[in-house]
């Protein structure tokens, strides 16, 4: 697998009804790319099937963190559409306050992490980020 590969499966598992415009956007390819590709992969036996996962079926990944981001200058679009072609990162807000954005990063290793933050700080817009690891996650009981 290419990192286009890697690309589409992200954009697949953020979204697995995205249609075929919706990921050659995304990947700034052609539809013909993303169903060729798709179909390569199905085939090979990357992609396993196309299911419906509920909250309570995902797994976190074992390292979590947000990093939050100041944007210099009018970079704010560039710096946004970098942050969500990257695999890792599963959400972008923007925000209010001293930072312009706050990514959600999810890997597999600390070092994988540290690789991310570390292309993301040399992104052309960047003036400063601050990352905060996620340690453990409690939710509320929702009750009817």
Request: glycine residues 8%; without cysteine; positive net charge.
């Amino acid at each position: 697998m290419d990192n286009m590969d890697q690309r589409l499966i992200a954009a697949l598992k953020r979204d697995a009804r995205a249609s075929l415009s919706e990921l050659a956007d995304i990947l700034q390819v052609g539809r013909a790319t993303v169903r060729s590709r798709m179909a390569r992969l199905v085939e090979q036996g990357e992609i396993a099937g196309f299911t419906v996962l509920t909250r309570h079926d995902v797994k976190p990944a074992a390292v979590r963190g947000l990093m939050m981001l100041g944007i210099q200058g009018r970079g704010a679009e560039r710096v946004r559409t970098a942050l969500m072609r990257m695999p890792p990162v599963s959400v972008v807000h923007s925000t209010n306050g001293k930072w312009d954005f706050i990514a959600e990063i999810e890997t597999d290793t600390l070092e994988d992490f540290d690789r991310v933050l570390f292309e993301i700080r040399r992104l052309d817009g960047v003036s400063q980020s601050e990352t905060n690891l996620l340690l453990s996650t409690r939710r509320p009981a929702r009750g009817g």
